[in-house]
């Protein structure tokens, strides 16, 4: 069975600086997806950002990026500039490739607070 | 963009009672929701999967008899939490996917029971 780990229950970082989320997996499938959800105190879950297995190529999306390392199956989200409003809760996300679409395997989250 | 409403927001009933999820997809059409429970501080555990027109396939532990899904057309699926309890008092969030596989979920903005 697949799993979702995120080694890093809570971190901090000052406003404007840069921050790394890391987030590991583990599958024996060759395609599938990851993702990146926040969850911020409304507790509404936004979509961060999307990568496909079989792009080499990083995602990014404005000031977030991940680093995405197949053979090691990890997929940090690095967060630049950060801004007060990017406090919330990250969670990295899996999703199968072929199965039953859109049945993600959350991690337990990391909780990121941006401080002034 | 695509828009997930959940209804209500938060809602508090007496141990015993009946209570009604609605998960709406307002602009596109929802083959497939999901239902998550989320407890404090944690992350979002799948309770089942609401396919349209046939019935929902729950994931292991949760009581489908106490725990009813009907996904009655492409843009509306329901939680009914029959007969609850004190320990049910949770909170729920539903999804939606209108597109292929490793399309981003859409999220309702969920509810927060409490059962007295």
């Known amino acids: 069975a697949q799993t979702v780990t995120q080694s890093q229950p809570e971190m901090s970082v000052q406003e404007a600086e840069t921050v790394t989320l890391s987030c590991t997996y583990d599958t024996s499938e060759s395609n599938y997806y990851l993702f990146w959800y926040k969850q911020p105190p409304s507790r509404q879950m936004i979509l961060v950002i999307r990568q496909e297995a079989y792009k080499q190529q990083n995602a990014t999306e404005n000031r977030f990026s991940v680093n995405f390392q197949k053979a090691a199956k990890s997929f940090s989200l690095k967060i630049s500039d950060s801004q007060l409003g990017d406090t919330a809760m990250y969670f990295c996300a899996y999703e199968g490739y072929g199965g039953s679409q859109g049945n993600l395997i959350f991690g337990k989250g990391t909780k990121l607070s941006v401080k002034p | 963009g695509a828009v997930v409403s959940q209804h209500p927001s938060w809602v508090i009933c007496k141990s015993g009672t009946s209570v009604k999820i609605e998960c709406r997809s307002l602009?596109?059409?929802?083959?497939?929701m999901f239902w998550y429970r989320q407890f404090p501080k944690q992350s979002l555990m799948l309770m089942a999967t609401?396919?349209?027109?046939?019935?929902?396939?729950?994931e292991q532990g949760v009581e489908k008899d106490k725990f009813l899904i009907n996904h009655a057309s492409l843009t509306l699926s329901t939680l009914t939490v029959t007969s609850a309890h004190p320990e049910d008092s949770s909170f729920y969030i539903c999804?939606?996917?209108?597109?292929?596989?490793?399309?981003?979920?859409?999220f309702g903005n969920g509810t927060r029971l409490t059962v007295t």
């Open positions: 999804s939606a996917t209108g597109g292929p596989g490793g399309s981003p979920l859409h």
């Open positions: 609401s396919n349209e027109g046939s019935k929902a396939t729950y």
């Open positions: 602009d596109f059409q929802a083959t497939t």
